[in-house]
Protein backbone atom coordinates (compact mmCIF):
# COMPACT_ATOMS: atom_id res chain seq x y z
CA UNK A 1 0.00 0.00 0.00
CA UNK A 2 1.08 3.67 -0.59
CA UNK A 3 2.56 4.95 2.31
CA UNK A 4 0.71 7.94 4.45
CA UNK A 5 -2.37 7.28 3.05
CA UNK A 6 -4.84 8.05 5.95
CA UNK A 7 -2.78 11.52 6.24
CA UNK A 8 -3.59 13.06 2.82
CA UNK A 9 -7.35 14.49 2.25
CA UNK A 10 -9.81 11.64 1.35
CA UNK A 11 -9.53 13.10 -2.61
CA UNK A 12 -5.99 13.06 -2.78
CA UNK A 13 -6.37 9.73 -0.58
CA UNK A 14 -8.18 8.26 -3.57
CA UNK A 15 -6.50 9.19 -6.37
CA UNK A 16 -3.06 8.12 -5.11
CA UNK A 17 -4.60 4.61 -4.21
CA UNK A 18 -5.80 4.96 -8.19
CA UNK A 19 -2.45 5.73 -9.37
CA UNK A 20 -0.80 2.43 -7.42
CA UNK A 21 -3.75 0.56 -9.32
CA UNK A 22 -2.71 2.25 -12.60
CA UNK A 23 1.47 1.99 -12.40
CA UNK A 24 0.82 -1.76 -10.89
CA UNK A 25 -0.84 -2.76 -13.89
CA UNK A 26 -3.92 -3.53 -11.90
CA UNK A 27 -5.71 -0.89 -13.99
CA UNK A 28 -4.65 -0.66 -18.15
CA UNK A 29 -4.70 2.21 -19.53
CA UNK A 30 -8.10 2.83 -21.60
CA UNK A 31 -9.50 1.12 -18.68
CA UNK A 32 -12.38 3.20 -16.80
CA UNK A 33 -11.45 4.38 -13.60
CA UNK A 34 -13.94 4.18 -10.27
CA UNK A 35 -16.64 6.58 -11.58
CA UNK A 36 -18.13 9.15 -8.66
CA UNK A 37 -20.85 7.00 -7.86
CA UNK A 38 -18.75 3.98 -7.44
CA UNK A 39 -16.09 6.41 -5.31
CA UNK A 40 -19.43 7.39 -3.59
CA UNK A 41 -20.34 4.10 -2.93
CA UNK A 42 -16.75 2.02 -1.99
CA UNK A 43 -15.32 5.23 -0.09
CA UNK A 44 -18.29 6.64 1.33
CA UNK A 45 -17.32 10.69 0.60
CA UNK A 46 -19.26 13.35 -0.76
CA UNK A 47 -20.30 13.35 -4.22
CA UNK A 48 -18.26 16.56 -4.09
CA UNK A 49 -15.21 14.81 -2.72
CA UNK A 50 -15.55 11.71 -4.93
CA UNK A 51 -15.58 14.39 -8.35
CA UNK A 52 -11.99 16.04 -7.22
CA UNK A 53 -10.48 12.68 -7.74
CA UNK A 54 -10.87 12.59 -11.43
CA UNK A 55 -9.49 16.10 -12.09
CA UNK A 56 -6.46 15.11 -9.42
CA UNK A 57 -5.96 11.69 -12.02
CA UNK A 58 -6.66 14.49 -14.95
CA UNK A 59 -3.64 17.22 -14.02
CA UNK A 60 -1.29 14.18 -13.06
CA UNK A 61 -1.45 13.01 -16.18
CA UNK A 62 -2.93 9.52 -14.89
CA UNK A 63 -6.55 9.73 -16.76
CA UNK A 64 -8.13 11.28 -19.64
CA UNK A 65 -11.89 12.07 -20.77
CA UNK A 66 -12.68 10.23 -23.73
CA UNK A 67 -16.22 11.80 -25.72
CA UNK A 68 -18.83 8.69 -25.15
CA UNK A 69 -16.86 6.61 -23.39
CA UNK A 70 -15.85 8.62 -20.55
CA UNK A 71 -12.62 9.22 -17.85
CA UNK A 72 -9.95 6.20 -18.70
CA UNK A 73 -6.52 5.35 -16.83
CA UNK A 74 -3.41 6.95 -18.83
CA UNK A 75 0.57 6.73 -17.94
CA UNK A 76 1.98 9.97 -17.91
CA UNK A 77 4.83 10.43 -20.76
CA UNK A 78 7.25 11.46 -18.15
CA UNK A 79 10.32 9.67 -16.98
CA UNK A 80 10.90 6.87 -14.58
CA UNK A 81 13.98 7.84 -12.19
CA UNK A 82 15.73 6.05 -10.32
CA UNK A 83 14.03 7.31 -7.08
CA UNK A 84 10.96 6.64 -8.47
CA UNK A 85 11.95 3.25 -9.67
CA UNK A 86 12.96 2.79 -5.98
CA UNK A 87 9.20 3.45 -4.87
CA UNK A 88 7.70 1.18 -7.74
CA UNK A 89 10.05 -1.69 -6.09
CA UNK A 90 8.49 -0.78 -2.66
CA UNK A 91 4.83 0.03 -3.12
CA UNK A 92 3.92 -2.57 -6.71
CA UNK A 93 7.03 -5.40 -6.50
CA UNK A 94 8.54 -4.04 -9.91
CA UNK A 95 10.46 -1.30 -10.42
CA UNK A 96 9.08 -0.46 -14.14
CA UNK A 97 5.79 1.01 -14.83
CA UNK A 98 3.66 -0.92 -17.59
CA UNK A 99 5.40 -0.97 -21.05
CA UNK A 100 9.04 -0.13 -19.93
CA UNK A 101 11.65 -2.40 -20.33
CA UNK A 102 15.55 -2.69 -20.02
CA UNK A 103 18.73 -3.41 -21.66
CA UNK A 104 21.53 -4.11 -19.76
CA UNK A 105 24.56 -2.58 -21.78
CA UNK A 106 27.23 -3.97 -19.46
CA UNK A 107 28.18 -5.05 -15.94
CA UNK A 108 31.58 -4.76 -14.32
CA UNK A 109 34.03 -3.90 -12.08
CA UNK A 110 36.56 -1.21 -12.86
CA UNK A 111 38.92 1.58 -11.42
CA UNK A 112 36.92 4.30 -10.00
CA UNK A 113 37.12 7.64 -11.52
CA UNK A 114 37.81 10.85 -9.88
CA UNK A 115 33.66 11.77 -10.11
CA UNK A 116 32.93 8.04 -8.82
CA UNK A 117 35.45 8.13 -5.99
CA UNK A 118 34.85 11.44 -5.24
CA UNK A 119 30.83 9.83 -4.73
CA UNK A 120 31.33 6.79 -3.40
CA UNK A 121 34.13 8.05 -0.73
CA UNK A 122 36.89 5.89 -1.76
CA UNK A 123 40.09 6.00 -3.60
CA UNK A 124 40.51 6.98 -7.00
CA UNK A 125 41.33 3.80 -9.07
CA UNK A 126 39.62 1.51 -6.23
CA UNK A 127 37.52 -1.16 -8.29
CA UNK A 128 33.92 -0.55 -7.97
CA UNK A 129 31.11 -2.15 -9.74
CA UNK A 130 29.54 -0.62 -12.65
CA UNK A 131 26.22 -1.29 -14.16
CA UNK A 132 24.68 0.19 -17.53
CA UNK A 133 21.74 -0.42 -18.37
CA UNK A 134 19.03 1.49 -20.64
CA UNK A 135 15.41 1.73 -20.24
CA UNK A 136 13.33 1.85 -23.09
CA UNK A 137 9.17 2.08 -23.38
CA UNK A 138 6.51 2.03 -26.52
CA UNK A 139 8.29 5.23 -27.55
CA UNK A 140 11.53 4.53 -27.32
CA UNK A 141 14.01 4.99 -24.98
CA UNK A 142 13.91 6.35 -21.97
CA UNK A 143 17.05 7.16 -20.56
CA UNK A 144 20.82 5.48 -20.36
CA UNK A 145 21.32 4.92 -16.73
CA UNK A 146 25.06 4.21 -15.33
CA UNK A 147 25.12 2.71 -11.30
CA UNK A 148 28.52 1.97 -9.32
CA UNK A 149 28.55 0.48 -5.81
CA UNK A 150 31.51 -0.42 -3.70
CA UNK A 151 32.96 -3.45 -5.02
CA UNK A 152 32.90 -5.18 -1.62
CA UNK A 153 29.27 -5.84 -2.62
CA UNK A 154 30.33 -8.15 -5.29
CA UNK A 155 31.16 -10.76 -2.57
CA UNK A 156 27.60 -10.96 -1.06
CA UNK A 157 26.10 -10.13 -4.69
CA UNK A 158 28.43 -11.61 -8.11
CA UNK A 159 25.15 -10.99 -10.03
CA UNK A 160 25.79 -7.13 -9.69
CA UNK A 161 28.84 -7.88 -11.77
CA UNK A 162 27.29 -9.95 -14.83
CA UNK A 163 25.79 -8.27 -17.50
CA UNK A 164 22.72 -10.54 -17.37
CA UNK A 165 19.20 -9.59 -16.17
CA UNK A 166 19.10 -9.23 -11.71
CA UNK A 167 16.57 -11.67 -9.47
CA UNK A 168 15.49 -7.87 -8.27
CA UNK A 169 16.68 -4.29 -8.89
CA UNK A 170 20.19 -4.16 -7.14
CA UNK A 171 18.41 -2.04 -4.22
CA UNK A 172 16.32 -5.42 -3.40
CA UNK A 173 19.46 -6.96 -4.01
CA UNK A 174 21.59 -5.46 -1.70
CA UNK A 175 19.29 -5.40 0.43
CA UNK A 176 18.32 -9.17 0.62
CA UNK A 177 21.82 -9.85 0.74
CA UNK A 178 23.66 -7.44 3.03
CA UNK A 179 20.71 -6.18 4.71
CA UNK A 180 21.72 -2.72 4.10
CA UNK A 181 18.03 -0.92 3.17
CA UNK A 182 18.66 2.90 1.14
CA UNK A 183 17.11 4.64 3.45
CA UNK A 184 18.66 8.32 1.84
CA UNK A 185 19.04 9.74 -1.08
CA UNK A 186 20.17 12.92 -2.52
CA UNK A 187 19.46 14.45 -6.30
CA UNK A 188 21.21 16.28 -8.29
CA UNK A 189 19.80 17.69 -11.84
CA UNK A 190 21.81 19.43 -14.51
CA UNK A 191 22.32 20.15 -18.42
CA UNK A 192 25.03 17.92 -19.71
CA UNK A 193 26.82 17.58 -22.80
CA UNK A 194 26.45 13.89 -24.08
CA UNK A 195 29.45 12.16 -23.87
CA UNK A 196 30.77 9.79 -26.61
CA UNK A 197 30.40 6.55 -24.95
CA UNK A 198 26.59 7.58 -23.87
CA UNK A 199 25.57 9.09 -27.03
CA UNK A 200 25.21 6.68 -29.35
CA UNK A 201 23.05 4.56 -26.86
CA UNK A 202 20.75 7.60 -26.41
CA UNK A 203 20.71 7.54 -31.04
CA UNK A 204 22.03 11.46 -30.18
CA UNK A 205 24.96 13.24 -31.69
CA UNK A 206 28.55 13.37 -29.00
CA UNK A 207 27.81 16.46 -27.16
CA UNK A 208 24.04 17.19 -27.55
CA UNK A 209 22.84 18.65 -24.61
CA UNK A 210 20.39 17.13 -22.26
CA UNK A 211 18.65 16.55 -18.70
CA UNK A 212 20.99 15.02 -16.25
CA UNK A 213 20.11 13.49 -12.92
CA UNK A 214 22.65 11.73 -10.24
CA UNK A 215 21.41 9.87 -7.10
CA UNK A 216 22.75 9.02 -4.55
CA UNK A 217 21.62 6.79 -1.60
CA UNK A 218 22.79 6.02 1.93
CA UNK A 219 21.75 3.02 4.23
CA UNK A 220 20.42 3.04 7.28
CA UNK A 221 24.56 2.92 8.71
CA UNK A 222 24.77 6.44 7.18
CA UNK A 223 26.77 4.06 4.15
CA UNK A 224 26.56 4.98 0.90
CA UNK A 225 25.33 2.17 -1.38
CA UNK A 226 24.61 3.54 -4.92
CA UNK A 227 26.22 6.56 -6.93
CA UNK A 228 24.03 6.28 -10.22
CA UNK A 229 23.45 9.12 -13.71
CA UNK A 230 20.78 9.00 -15.92
CA UNK A 231 21.23 11.03 -19.13
CA UNK A 232 17.59 11.89 -20.34
CA UNK A 233 16.43 11.30 -23.95
CA UNK A 234 15.23 14.45 -25.87
CA UNK A 235 11.84 15.13 -25.68
CA UNK A 236 11.04 13.28 -22.37
CA UNK A 237 9.61 15.37 -19.09
CA UNK A 238 11.01 15.17 -15.61
CA UNK A 239 8.28 14.98 -13.12
CA UNK A 240 7.58 14.75 -9.57
CA UNK A 241 4.32 15.32 -7.33
CA UNK A 242 4.17 16.79 -3.86
CA UNK A 243 1.32 16.35 -1.72
CA UNK A 244 1.18 20.00 -0.09
CA UNK A 245 -1.69 19.52 1.83
Do not use: C
Not at 21 to 39: C, K, T
Not at 84 to 105: A, H, K
Not at 160 to 173: D, Q, S, V
Not at 183 to 209: C, F, H, M, N, Y
Request: proline share 8%; glycine share 8%.
Amino acid sequence: MVENLPALPPYRRIAAEIKRRIEGGELQPGDRIPSVREIVRDEGVSVATATRVASVLRADGYAETIPGIGTVARMPSKITTGPDRLQLQRTTGSGFRPGERVEIISAETVPATAEVADALEVEVGAQVIQRRRRYLDEEGVIALSTSWLPGGLVKAAPELANPGPLPKMTFGLIEDRTGRRAVKRRDEVSIESLPEDVASLLDQEPGTPVLSMANHYWDQHGQLTEYARDYMAPGRVLAADYDLE
